[in-house]
Protein backbone atom coordinates (compact mmCIF):
# COMPACT_ATOMS: atom_id res chain seq x y z
CA UNK A 1 0.00 0.00 0.00
CA UNK A 2 1.49 3.05 -1.09
CA UNK A 3 1.53 6.19 1.33
CA UNK A 4 3.02 8.54 -1.06
CA UNK A 5 1.83 8.37 -4.77
CA UNK A 6 3.72 9.92 -7.43
CA UNK A 7 1.03 9.37 -10.06
CA UNK A 8 2.91 10.89 -12.54
CA UNK A 9 5.90 8.40 -14.47
CA UNK A 10 7.03 11.23 -16.64
CA UNK A 11 6.81 14.67 -17.38
CA UNK A 12 8.16 16.57 -20.76
CA UNK A 13 8.27 20.54 -20.28
CA UNK A 14 9.86 23.30 -22.98
CA UNK A 15 12.79 24.55 -21.63
CA UNK A 16 12.35 28.08 -20.25
CA UNK A 17 8.78 26.78 -18.85
CA UNK A 18 7.29 25.70 -15.33
CA UNK A 19 7.59 22.40 -14.27
CA UNK A 20 5.05 21.51 -11.51
CA UNK A 21 5.50 17.90 -10.47
CA UNK A 22 2.83 16.51 -7.92
CA UNK A 23 2.66 14.24 -4.84
CA UNK A 24 -0.17 12.77 -2.85
CA UNK A 25 0.22 11.23 0.52
CA UNK A 26 -2.40 8.99 2.24
CA UNK A 27 -0.87 8.83 5.99
CA UNK A 28 -1.98 11.64 7.83
CA UNK A 29 0.48 11.63 10.72
CA UNK A 30 3.34 12.88 7.94
CA UNK A 31 4.68 15.90 9.05
CA UNK A 32 8.20 16.36 7.26
CA UNK A 33 8.29 16.10 3.40
CA UNK A 34 11.12 16.16 0.89
CA UNK A 35 12.01 16.47 -2.77
CA UNK A 36 15.25 14.72 -4.00
CA UNK A 37 16.58 14.48 -7.64
CA UNK A 38 18.22 11.60 -9.04
CA UNK A 39 20.56 11.07 -12.36
CA UNK A 40 21.17 8.04 -14.03
CA UNK A 41 23.86 5.72 -12.06
CA UNK A 42 23.88 8.20 -9.16
CA UNK A 43 22.61 8.42 -5.70
CA UNK A 44 19.66 10.66 -4.88
CA UNK A 45 20.21 14.75 -4.13
CA UNK A 46 18.22 16.68 -1.74
CA UNK A 47 16.68 19.68 -3.44
CA UNK A 48 14.23 21.10 -0.67
CA UNK A 49 11.98 20.42 2.13
CA UNK A 50 9.48 21.58 3.86
CA UNK A 51 7.62 21.03 7.45
CA UNK A 52 4.08 20.13 8.17
CA UNK A 53 3.48 23.69 9.82
CA UNK A 54 4.23 25.79 6.26
CA UNK A 55 2.51 25.75 3.49
CA UNK A 56 5.43 26.95 0.89
CA UNK A 57 8.97 26.84 1.10
CA UNK A 58 11.20 28.13 -1.52
CA UNK A 59 14.94 27.84 -2.90
CA UNK A 60 16.47 29.55 -5.79
CA UNK A 61 14.33 28.43 -8.65
CA UNK A 62 12.90 25.59 -6.76
CA UNK A 63 9.45 25.77 -4.61
CA UNK A 64 7.27 23.50 -2.80
CA UNK A 65 3.70 23.74 -1.52
CA UNK A 66 2.12 21.81 0.55
CA UNK A 67 -1.82 21.19 1.14
CA UNK A 68 -2.35 19.80 4.15
CA UNK A 69 -5.79 18.93 4.04
CA UNK A 70 -5.76 17.71 0.66
CA UNK A 71 -2.67 15.79 1.26
CA UNK A 72 -0.79 16.74 -1.54
CA UNK A 73 2.56 19.16 -1.95
CA UNK A 74 3.97 20.33 -5.56
CA UNK A 75 7.23 21.16 -6.44
CA UNK A 76 7.44 24.38 -9.05
CA UNK A 77 10.69 24.39 -11.05
CA UNK A 78 10.77 27.98 -12.82
CA UNK A 79 12.44 28.81 -15.19
CA UNK A 80 13.06 24.61 -16.57
CA UNK A 81 16.68 24.00 -17.30
CA UNK A 82 18.20 21.41 -19.50
CA UNK A 83 20.03 20.30 -16.54
CA UNK A 84 16.53 19.68 -14.78
CA UNK A 85 16.38 17.24 -16.72
CA UNK A 86 16.28 13.80 -13.74
CA UNK A 87 13.82 11.63 -11.52
CA UNK A 88 12.04 13.94 -9.16
CA UNK A 89 11.31 11.87 -5.75
CA UNK A 90 8.81 12.88 -3.34
CA UNK A 91 9.59 11.54 0.49
CA UNK A 92 7.76 12.26 3.54
CA UNK A 93 8.54 10.95 7.22
CA UNK A 94 6.85 10.88 10.57
CA UNK A 95 9.31 10.91 14.24
CA UNK A 96 7.75 7.76 15.88
CA UNK A 97 10.00 6.99 18.78
CA UNK A 98 12.93 8.84 17.31
CA UNK A 99 12.75 6.29 13.80
CA UNK A 100 14.59 8.48 11.02
CA UNK A 101 13.59 6.61 7.58
CA UNK A 102 11.87 8.50 4.76
CA UNK A 103 9.09 6.71 2.79
CA UNK A 104 9.25 7.51 -1.03
CA UNK A 105 7.45 7.80 -3.75
CA UNK A 106 7.93 6.35 -7.10
CA UNK A 107 9.78 9.06 -9.09
CA UNK A 108 8.66 11.43 -11.84
CA UNK A 109 11.05 11.35 -14.98
CA UNK A 110 11.46 15.40 -16.14
CA UNK A 111 12.53 15.38 -19.00
CA UNK A 112 13.19 19.54 -20.28
CA UNK A 113 12.77 19.93 -23.91
CA UNK A 114 14.86 22.58 -26.06
CA UNK B 1 36.65 14.57 -2.17
CA UNK B 2 34.44 11.33 -1.32
CA UNK B 3 31.49 11.84 0.56
CA UNK B 4 29.54 8.76 1.14
CA UNK B 5 31.04 5.53 -0.73
CA UNK B 6 30.19 2.25 -1.89
CA UNK B 7 31.46 -0.83 -3.26
CA UNK B 8 31.25 -3.15 -4.95
CA UNK B 9 29.21 -1.25 -7.62
CA UNK B 10 27.95 -4.42 -9.17
CA UNK B 11 27.51 -8.03 -8.52
CA UNK B 12 26.01 -11.09 -9.19
CA UNK B 13 25.42 -13.52 -6.43
CA UNK B 14 23.88 -16.92 -6.97
CA UNK B 15 20.96 -17.75 -4.71
CA UNK B 16 21.75 -18.86 -1.54
CA UNK B 17 25.16 -17.39 -1.66
CA UNK B 18 26.03 -14.51 0.76
CA UNK B 19 28.17 -11.08 0.53
CA UNK B 20 28.51 -8.13 1.96
CA UNK B 21 27.84 -4.43 0.86
CA UNK B 22 30.54 -1.56 2.09
CA UNK B 23 29.78 1.15 2.64
CA UNK B 24 32.11 4.06 4.09
CA UNK B 25 31.51 7.90 4.83
CA UNK B 26 34.14 10.53 5.47
CA UNK B 27 31.98 13.45 6.53
CA UNK B 28 32.38 12.60 10.49
CA UNK B 29 28.30 11.57 10.40
CA UNK B 30 26.11 10.49 13.05
CA UNK B 31 23.42 8.62 11.04
CA UNK B 32 23.57 6.15 7.99
CA UNK B 33 21.33 4.44 6.51
CA UNK B 34 20.86 1.47 3.71
CA UNK B 35 18.10 2.17 1.10
CA UNK B 36 16.95 -0.14 -2.02
CA UNK B 37 15.36 1.10 -4.55
CA UNK B 38 13.31 -1.72 -7.30
CA UNK B 39 12.70 -1.06 -10.48
CA UNK B 40 10.53 1.91 -10.87
CA UNK B 41 9.83 1.78 -7.48
CA UNK B 42 10.70 4.19 -4.95
CA UNK B 43 13.70 3.73 -2.26
CA UNK B 44 12.59 1.65 0.43
CA UNK B 45 14.92 1.95 3.93
CA UNK B 46 16.66 -1.35 4.95
CA UNK B 47 18.17 -0.53 8.05
CA UNK B 48 19.76 2.53 10.03
CA UNK B 49 22.33 3.66 12.67
CA UNK B 50 21.60 7.39 14.62
CA UNK B 51 25.49 6.44 15.80
CA UNK B 52 28.18 3.75 16.32
CA UNK B 53 26.72 0.64 18.16
CA UNK B 54 23.71 1.02 17.36
CA UNK B 55 20.99 0.22 14.66
CA UNK B 56 17.41 0.07 14.18
CA UNK B 57 15.36 -1.57 11.65
CA UNK B 58 13.47 0.19 8.57
CA UNK B 59 10.67 -0.86 6.63
CA UNK B 60 12.34 -4.33 4.62
CA UNK B 61 14.71 -5.88 7.21
CA UNK B 62 14.16 -9.30 6.68
CA UNK B 63 17.54 -10.92 4.70
CA UNK B 64 19.40 -8.31 5.75
CA UNK B 65 21.93 -7.48 8.58
CA UNK B 66 23.97 -4.89 9.50
CA UNK B 67 26.76 -4.04 12.26
CA UNK B 68 28.25 -0.42 13.03
CA UNK B 69 31.17 -0.68 14.62
CA UNK B 70 32.67 3.10 13.84
CA UNK B 71 31.23 6.13 12.53
CA UNK B 72 32.67 5.69 9.30
CA UNK B 73 31.61 1.97 8.12
CA UNK B 74 27.83 0.88 8.20
CA UNK B 75 28.24 -2.76 6.18
CA UNK B 76 25.21 -3.95 4.93
CA UNK B 77 25.23 -8.44 5.27
CA UNK B 78 23.04 -10.49 2.38
CA UNK B 79 22.57 -14.09 3.78
CA UNK B 80 21.26 -16.65 1.73
CA UNK B 81 20.16 -14.35 -1.33
CA UNK B 82 17.31 -14.76 -3.02
CA UNK B 83 15.60 -13.32 -6.65
CA UNK B 84 13.43 -11.02 -4.31
CA UNK B 85 17.03 -9.01 -2.94
CA UNK B 86 17.56 -7.99 -7.04
CA UNK B 87 18.01 -4.40 -6.43
CA UNK B 88 19.97 -1.17 -6.23
CA UNK B 89 21.13 -0.93 -3.04
CA UNK B 90 22.16 2.89 -1.64
CA UNK B 91 24.22 3.93 1.48
CA UNK B 92 23.40 7.25 2.82
CA UNK B 93 24.76 9.45 5.54
CA UNK B 94 24.18 12.74 7.48
CA UNK B 95 24.87 14.38 10.48
CA UNK B 96 21.79 14.69 12.58
CA UNK B 97 18.93 12.93 11.21
CA UNK B 98 16.55 14.27 7.90
CA UNK B 99 14.90 16.98 9.61
CA UNK B 100 17.90 18.67 10.74
CA UNK B 101 20.96 18.03 8.31
CA UNK B 102 21.36 17.21 4.19
CA UNK B 103 21.32 13.44 3.91
CA UNK B 104 24.07 12.15 1.09
CA UNK B 105 23.58 9.11 -0.84
CA UNK B 106 26.06 6.64 -2.30
CA UNK B 107 26.32 6.59 -6.34
CA UNK B 108 23.94 2.52 -5.16
CA UNK B 109 25.38 -0.85 -5.88
CA UNK B 110 23.61 -2.55 -8.37
CA UNK B 111 22.93 -6.59 -7.31
CA UNK B 112 21.26 -8.72 -9.36
CA UNK B 113 20.57 -12.76 -7.68
CA UNK B 114 20.03 -15.35 -10.21
Known amino acids: DQQVKQNSPSLSVQEGRISILNCDYT??????FLWYKKYPAEGPTFLIS?????DKNEDGRFTVFLNKSAKHLSLHIVPSQPGDSAVYFC?????????????FGKGTHLIIQP | NAGVTQTPKFRILKIGQSMTLQCAQD?????MYWYRQDPGMGLKLIYY???????DKGEVPNGYNVSRSTTEDFPLRLELAAPSQTSVYFC?????????????FGEGSWLTVV
Open chain 2, 92 to 104: ASSLGGHRRSTIY
Open chain 2, 49 to 55: SVGAGIT
Open chain 1, 91 to 103: AASVLIGGADGLT
Open chain 1, 50 to 54: ISSIK
Open chain 2, 27 to 31: MNHNY
Open chain 1, 27 to 32: NSMFDY
